[in-house]
């Protein structure tokens, strides 16, 4: 092969590469289920990393009393957990090694079990971690969202009285994605190909 | 600034003068090479000069893109990152397509540009679209991509950037995501190797080598540390020993491989570098099997156990190979009587297999675990020892280094594990303390004694 012919061919198959990241993204965009997740406030003692927000949901406890699904885990474990709609977000219903069969109406997400321990939550009113019930921490690769620089800690920690939600979306494979920020219901970022 | 005129009078008349006797044959050549050479540097200047205002309008463009990152729209973002990638593919297409050797060699370096670009474009991509899933599939996306222009391209810094980032690919699964024994990473090693020893580039098969080593060494500590709580004791300690033994085993047969290999020339000029690095490799797990804490003999016991059937079995499957690989290359050699330091060194792996053999079966509270510790030890240095001698009968200073490297480590380090929960512990680090000054200058006279008693000829390919 001509080094030039070969060239090309590399950078075409670099391009594709890159073009496949954007593309499976926004095929989770378009295609997927959209879902309503609540965040929560993260601890402030963790560092503030630059210009993107860390964003922590209240599904990313996965209870360990859910009934179903698989019970013994381990750091690092891959797994998928089954969502369903609540009254307003959607919410947990169990947690599995493989990808389940699922009911219409419900998601499958992707997830990586960070640690298996006991519920750790922030309290505004004493300002600081209070612990609860033993539960599947796991990160769904959702929790960082770049912003423009210094808007992210206000995501982060909301003022009193604001409330933040992210629209996300979840396709057929189980991969998620943001869709939107929301800031008491209204989408202050949104996603789109080339905005 | 030297005369255009000055220069090219030499390189025409120097050859006749010394063809009639006028200047002797070395001094003319030493007259051609300071002329040459000053002629080089006369036109460094420029293009240095060139090279360094290229470099700041460079990062001038790049400064000015990253301060006005966020107020660019996503669409101009990808138009810029895809445009300076594919600009510096371009470039280096037409470099390449001269025939002149310099724009040859700006070709690899807009190669290497363009392949640093993808890994940055992949960073971005991901950032501007908050992809945040499992991060070293990113790292192994770039290194793929470097693998596809080493080999279409014929690129052997974008083969060095593969191998670089594929084993950071590597570390990053073993250590941020407990993929103990990383299997993932030999094929992608394999496949880099592969077009290095075919493309005959030294360098990067040097890079390779040292790449599987590093890999080996992330195996082996990933090992220790994956046994605590933290890592969820998911394998045993007392098995790091087992690991290191393969590992032994498995660089022995690379070696052997090689040296067999080597008598079609199958493997060109990268042969003798994977020789020597393979040889390295099974030194290194060599000094690693002996210590104290491999073997559980330190105060931070742990319980030694026999082998489980797998491990026996990879132990064998591992040294019939290596005994495989030696009948071969016995065969390839049936016109070559065997030499006394190749007899020599049969014997010598007949028992490091023994000694492997043994390290399978002794449990804890064996007495028979000091004995191994101070068979495994004794081994190595003669091993040391036959490496000195071996390479002196051969003329390669290659291998007498090597010897005198690995003694001087095992010497070094046997002293601290040997003698460092002893009483009156002063004493014997003053009197080893001396034996070390004493013993390491009069190593590195016999060393400079045998180097220079080899003539400083030109090392040959080093078979033992």
């Known amino acids: 092969m001509r080094p030039g012919l070969g060239i090309a061919v ?79 977000y959607w919410v947990p219903v169990s947690i599995h090694r ?14 990586e079990v960070i640690y298996v321990g006991v519920q750790s939550r922030w309290d505004n009113d004493t300002r600081e971690m209070v612990s609860g019930d033993p539960v599947i921490h796991v990160r769904y690769g959702i929790e960082t969202y770049f912003v423009p620089e210094g808007e992210g800690r206000a995501i982060e920690r909301p003022a009193d009285g604001e409330t933040i939600d992210i629209q996300a979306a979840v396709d057929r494979f189980g991969n998620a994605a943001v869709k939107a920020v929301l800031v008491n219901g209204k989408p202050l970022y949104e996603e789109s190909l080339f905005r | 600034m030297w005369d255009r005129v000055f220069l090219r009078k030499p390189r025409q008349e120097l050859p006749t003068w010394i063809e009639r006797g006028w200047v002797p044959r070395e001094g003319g050549e030493a007259i051609l090479d300071e002329v040459t050479a000053r002629a080089n540097l006369a036109r460094f200047t420029p293009v240095a000069f060139a090279m360094l205002g290229a470099l700041a309008l460079g990062t001038g463009v790049i400064l000015f893109f990253a301060a006005n990152w966020q107020e660019i729209s996503r669409l101009l973002k990808l138009l810029v990152l895809f445009g300076a990638m594919w600009t510096a593919y371009a470039a280096g297409a037409y470099a390449l397509s001269r025939p002149t050797a310099t724009l040859h060699r700006l070709a690899q370096a807009l190669l290497l540009l363009a392949v640093l670009l993808f ?80 493309s005959g580039w030294r360098f990067a098969t040097g890079v390779a080598m040292t790449g599987l080593i590093i890999w080996s060494l992330m195996v ?28 032994l085993l498995v660089y022995a047969a690379i070696f052997i491989a090689v040296v067999a290999a080597d008598e079609t020339d199958l493997l060109g000029r990268a042969g003798l570098v994977i020789e020597r690095f393979a040889a390295f490799g099974a030194l290194l797990a060599f000094y690693g ?10 105060q931070y016991n742990f319980d030694r156990v026999q082998a489980s059937g797998g491990w026996i079995l990879a132990t064998v499957i591992a040294t019939a190979a290596v005994i495989g690989l030696l009948v071969w290359l016995r065969r390839a050699r049936r016109d070559v009587a065997a030499h006394r330091p190749e007899m020599f060194g049969w014997a010598l792996f007949a028992l490091t297999v023994a000694m492997l053999a043994a390290n399978l079966f002794i449990g804890a509270e064996d007495p028979s675990l000091v ?84 003539g400083g000829a030109e090392h040959d390919r080093g078979t033992l």
């Not at chain 1, 493989?98 to 997830?111: C, L, M, N, T």
């Open chain 1, 10 to 88: 590399a950078a075409g198959l670099q391009t594709l590469a890159l073009v496949g990241m954007i593309g499976t993204q926004q095929y989770t965009l378009n295609q997927g289920t959209p879902i309503l997740l609540e965040t929560e406030p993260i601890d402030p003692r963790s560092l503030f990393r630059g210009d993107f927000v860390i964003l922590n949901y209240a599904i990313s406890d996965v209870p360990r009393s859910l009934p179903g699904g698989d019970q013994e885990w381990e750091r690092r474990d891959p797994a998928h957990v089954v969502l369903e709609p609540g009254e307003k």
């Open chain 2, 220 to 247: 082996v500590f990933s090992w220790f540390w994956s046994s605590s709580a933290w890592w969820g004791g998911i394998t045993d300690v007392a098995e790091v020993s087992y690991v290191i033994g393969i590992f």
């Open chain 2, 289 to 298: 099997f002996g210590r104290r804490f491999v073997l559980g003999l330190d």
């Open chain 1, 98 to 111: 493989e990808r389940p069969v699922i009911d219409s109406g419900h998601v499958a997400i992707k997830a």
């Open chain 2, 371 to 454: 004995w191994l510790f101070l068979a495994a030890n004794l081994l190595y240095f003669i091993v040391t020892v036959w490496l000195i001698y071996a390479g002196y009968r051969r003329g390669d200073g290659f291998w007498v280094n090597l010897g005198f490297a690995f003694f001087a480590a095992g010497l070094v380090t046997l002293y601290f594990d040997a003698f460092w929960t002893l009483t009156g512990r002063s004493y014997f680090f003053m009197g080893g303390g001396l034996l070390l000054l004493v013993g390491g200058y009069a190593l590195e006279r016999q060393r400079r004694r045998l180097m220079r008693g080899m």
């Open chain 2, 119 to 198: 890994g940055a474009n992949i960073m971005l991509i991901a950032q501007m679209y908050h992809m945040d899933r499992h991060y070293p599939n990113a790292i192994l996306l770039w290194s793929l991509g470097a693998l596809a222009v080493a080999f279409l391209a014929r690129s052997q810094p974008a083969a060095v950037v593969a191998i670089a980032i594929g084993t950071l690919w590597s570390g990053t699964e073993i250590f941020e995501y407990k993929q103990v024994l990383h299997w993932p990473f030999l094929p992608l090693w394999f496949a880099l190797a592969a077009i290095c020893v075919r």
